[in-house]
């Protein structure tokens, strides 16, 4: 049957219109939309709220599906990919639309919040790590900042020096071989002050976190296969979990921005700037987080807890490794391409 066309009146006379056939198909129509294609039964001219709800919900969800979503998420781990497994996906927002959702709200409150990451100290004779940090102190009228810095060093080799530097001459000379031009700008690197060669590690790093967080969720999928191999579930399945999993991640993240208080000054605080309650209070998102995973685990796939745990600690070690190579791998592109 050929779709019967209709004419609608143009102006301040195009008013809801209901045809007992489809549009777009002919197909009789019972209820608000067409069985075989979809099609509205009602045409109406659009409004403005419809395209701003149409643009917001091709970035974020906010519909009912969302909250839903959100409150299996977070009360029972692991439960909605179970959903999605057996087949109950109608209530629930998609697994990806979900991840996305939630990676644009985290990063949205990065931007927002002017979120102050650990700054990497690199040089040939040590590594290290600092964090800066802004205080309001109070006692005069308008208040005024202070800007304090606590630094830890992981790896300080001072007196090996010409050693360090000796071996790192030896990895020029090989790269060099490979491309002149990369060996230059990572020589320029080094030649570098301190707190240039943080800035430059740190923009590197913020400006590559979105495609390493993406990078790393097919391995942590495939993390979960090889762990899981006598399973016998597919890949796709792990993938939904994987999905899942770090959508609960990205959560617990932006609570921690939203949260008073850096936990992240617990890594560099000592003495002198020691650590307040509201930066132990970060911690709270950031155990729920540790705690969730072998939670989701032994609910989607079962089996003995003892297993399940050390197959969460297998699985927690490699991800961070892989997130820790694509940190240096990205870090290293963008010296040597760019100087």
Known sequence: ???????????SAALPVHDPHCRSCGTAVIGKFCHHCSEPAHAHPPSVAEFVHEFIG?????????????????????????????????????????????????????????????????????????????????????????????????YDKAGDAPEVR???????SQLERVNTHWADNVRHFFDEPAEHRAERLNQGFRSNLPYMLIGALPLFALYLKLLYLRSGRRYGEHVLFAMHANAFALLAASVMIVLPGTAMWLLVADSAQPA?????????PLLALIGYLPLAMQRVYGGHWLATTVRWLLLIGLHLMMI???????EFIGIAAHG
């Not at 996906?89 to 650990?118: D, Q």
């Not at 000796?166 to 020029?172: K, P, T, W």
Request: proline content about 5%.
């Open 1 to 11: 049957m050929k779709p019967r066309l209709h004419s609608v009146p143009t102006g």
């Open 58 to 154: 091709h970035y974020v969800a906010l519909e009912g599906k969302l909250w839903r979503t959100l409150k299996l998420l977070i009360l029972r781990p692991g439960q909605l990919t179970n959903e999605f497994l057996r087949g109950r996906r109608v209530p629930f927002l998609e697994p990806l639309r979900l991840y996305l959702t939630l990676s644009l709200v985290f990063f949205a409150l990065i931007k927002i919040c002017g979120i102050t990451l650990p700054q990497l100290m690199l040089a040939p004779d040590s590594v290290g790590l600092s964090y800066q940090r802004t205080i309001y102190v109070s006692g005069s009228s308008k208040g005024r900042e202070a800007v304090t810095t606590a630094s830890v060093t992981m």
């Open 166 to 172: 000796n071996g790192i001459a030896a990895v020029l």
């Open 276 to 284: 307040a309650l509201a930066d132990y209070i970060q911690l709270l």
């Open 324 to 330: 820790v190579a694509l940190t240096m791998t990205a």
